[in-house]
């Protein structure tokens, strides 16, 4: 952390306060450290590095307030600080953009009277040993693409991060944040004969503990065998699906923006308490969020918007009880900000392997991308791997096709599993952080049709 230019920085912010330039600021400053390894397989079943590098990087993003003419209001900008350009002239830049950014005023997160409590969210190895780090993951890789049959490896990727985030506001407001990240992605191909497809998939997570790498060589060997083998899905209007926990958390992401007052400010659909999602004979509903679980993508001592986290119930027995009411757009709507956050927390349900025997049902194993209408609550997506299960247990590969549904729908009369999994997924560059502890499956009865052969 360049802690000399925060510095300097911090102090020109606080004289702009002082002299009635600025009402207010935030400052996001953050250092990243990153391990990156490159593998190639010249005899399809090692693993062979050809570029190990260290990547460093440093960002500060900086969100400026000036006073308004229009009463009420106030002008805002945000842009990214560079530490080799003077920082008056940066202000100045920031100043100007914000005369031309006007919005409805707000009170910016203060120090709470009460002691954020301590969350554990960086896993203390990739910390300080990424190179150990590094040396484990590669012996698991080998040790479990060892035992996968018939196929060969083409390439690898590796990357061990490491971020510290700290964040100040001109209302005294400072704490930092430490996460770390991994990521590991392989693409490989059929073992014999002509090899013209690739499988190329990827995996993340935030503990060396966490990151599956048995499991993850096992699916994409999976995908390997069906290869040019597997049958599309047949057209059905009714389906029975069975879902895992990455789409399920998904899902119940696009479902928390509806419980988000900003959709109300922005007059999107939203639910509001005493609102009834799903129901049924089947299993209920219980959604709540935990800022708190060691490790977890979406722990943290604070919100977003620096206000201190708390855990909550959203939904109990599919009524919802409570909404999250940020600082900002909860002030703007009247309401008392409550620092809801954290990850997704699901009660379990009554799903077991005992339950499906003698059912019919497609059970999809990976989507190709699953896309979801947080307005709407519909998605759809191709399957980029799945079964076909009958009713008498026999199982054949399904590939291709295009299966939809509604999610209002998809959860009355659903059964949810009783074997609790976890999906931990770090942010990407199209995609925002997923935290989630619950079922670990899905069983989806109604509001969803395939389009196949």
């Known amino acids: 952390m360049n802690q000399q230019f925060i510095d300097e920085v911090t102090a020109a912010l606080r004289t702009g306060v ?8 935030s400052l996001n400053a953050t250092a990243s450290r990153s391990l990156q390894r490159l593998y190639a397989s010249p005899d399809g079943a090692a693993l062979s590095c050809h570029q190990s590098r260290h990547v460093d990087g440093e960002d500060h993003k900086l969100s400026v307030y000036i006073p308004s003419a229009t009463e009420g209001m106030v002008g805002t900008s945000m842009i990214d600080l560079v530490t080799y350009l003077p920082i008056e002239d940066q202000l100045k830049n920031a100043i100007d953009l914000a005369a031309c950014g006007q919005n409805k005023a707000w009170k910016l997160a203060a120090p709470s009277a009460e002691k954020p409590i301590a969350v554990e969210t960086c896993d203390p190895d990739v910390r300080d040993d990424p190179e150990g780090v590094a040396a484990k993951i590669e012996a698991r890789f080998t040790a479990a693409f060892a035992a996968a049959e018939g196929c060969r490896l083409d390439s690898a990727e590796l990357f061990v991060n490491y971020i510290l985030s700290v964040q100040t506001n001109s209302e005294g407001l400072s704490y930092e944040t430490e996460l770390s990240e991994l990521y590991l992605e392989a693409a490989m191909e059929k073992g014999e004969g002509e090899n013209d497809k690739e499988v190329h998939e990827h995996t993340t997570s935030v503990t060396v503990a966490d990151l599956n790498v048995e499991r993850f060589i096992q699916d994409c060997a999976l995908q390997v065998a069906t290869l040019g083998e597997s049958q599309e899905p047949e057209t059905a209007d009714g389906a029975t699906i069975l879902i895992r926990k990455g789409a399920l958390s998904e899902m119940l992401a696009a479902l928390l923006e509806q419980l988000n007052c900003l959709n109300e400010y ?34 943290s001592a604070h ?126 560059s199209y995609a925002p952080p997923l935290g989630y502890r619950g079922p670990d499956a899905m069983l989806i009865t109604r509001g969803v049709s395939i389009a196949g052969k």
């Not at 308490?273 to 722990?299: E, H, K, N, Y």
């Not at 026999?394 to 959860?411: C, I, R």
């Not at 059964?415 to 997924?425: E, K, R, Y």
Request: aromatic letters at 6%.
């Open 18 to 25: 002082a002299s009635g330039t600025l009402t207010g600021w």
């Open 303 to 428: 919100a977003i918007d620096g206000l201190p986290a708390k855990g909550g119930t959203l939904i109990a027995d599919n009524t919802v009880t409570d909404r999250v009411i940020g600082n900002r757009f909860g002030q703007y709507l009247g309401l008392e900000p409550n620092g809801l956050s954290g990850n997704l927390i699901v009660a379990p349900g009554s799903l077991t392997e005992e339950t499906l025997q003698g059912r019919a049902y497609v059970e999809v194993i990976k989507f190709s991308s699953l896309l979801i209408d947080s307005r709407k609550l519909t998605w759809s997506s191709e399957i980029k791997l799945g079964r076909r299960v009958a009713a008498d247990g026999t199982a054949t590969l399904v590939k291709g096709g295009v299966v939809s549904g509604n999610l209002k729908d998809n959860f009355t009369d659903c059964q949810l599993s009783a074997t609790i999994g976890t999906v931990n997924v770090p942010k990407s």
């Open 266 to 299: 922005l007059k999107l659909p939203f639910m509001k308490t005493g609102d009834v999602f799903g129901g049924g004979a089947g299993d209920a509903l219980t959604l709540r969020l935990d800022p708190t679980i060691p490790c977890m993508v979406l722990s």
